[in-house]
């Protein structure tokens, strides 16, 4: 009997409170983001300091992806880069303005096999 008057008294509540009380939305559902970079390698190489200023992103995707967005971010803001993918591709090269001096944050977003991946690296350049 001590093991049913619990259940019996949460049942009681929970009737009691079932006008009161509200279920949480279902969190509306997108495509998965997975945890593992699917970026191979990109020059300039991630964590490098390179001497010169810096005219082309190379990006390697490993399987082939489908870029979506990429930014560049820098000591002068945020440079958004557009991108225009028209299926698969395994190696992208990105014309940028002469990246002078300063730390730069890479951001990027790419599909391959149906699923979503993102990823970010950092370069230096004197």
């Known amino acids: 009997m001590t093991k049913l008057v619990p259940v019996m008294a949460a049942a009681i509540l929970s009737i009691l409170l079932g ?7 279902a969190a509306p559902q997108g ?35 489908r870029l979506g967005e ?22 992208y090269s990105l014309p940028l303005p002469g990246l002078g001096p300063g730390k730069y944050t890479v951001n990027w977003k790419a599909a391959a096999a149906g699923t979503q991946y993102q990823g970010s690296f950092a370069f230096t350049v004197r």
């Open 19 to 25: 006008g009161c009380t509200q279920t949480p939305a």
């Open 70 to 91: 990429v930014t560049v971010t820098g000591p002068d803001g945020m440079m958004p880069m557009m991108v225009t993918a028209v299926g698969d591709v395994g190696h």
């Open 31 to 65: 495509p998965a983001v997975a945890d593992q970079s699917i970026l191979a390698r990109s020059n300039p190489a991630t964590n490098t300091t390179v001497g010169e200023p810096v005219n082309q992103l190379e990006l390697w995707f490993n399987p082939p992806a």
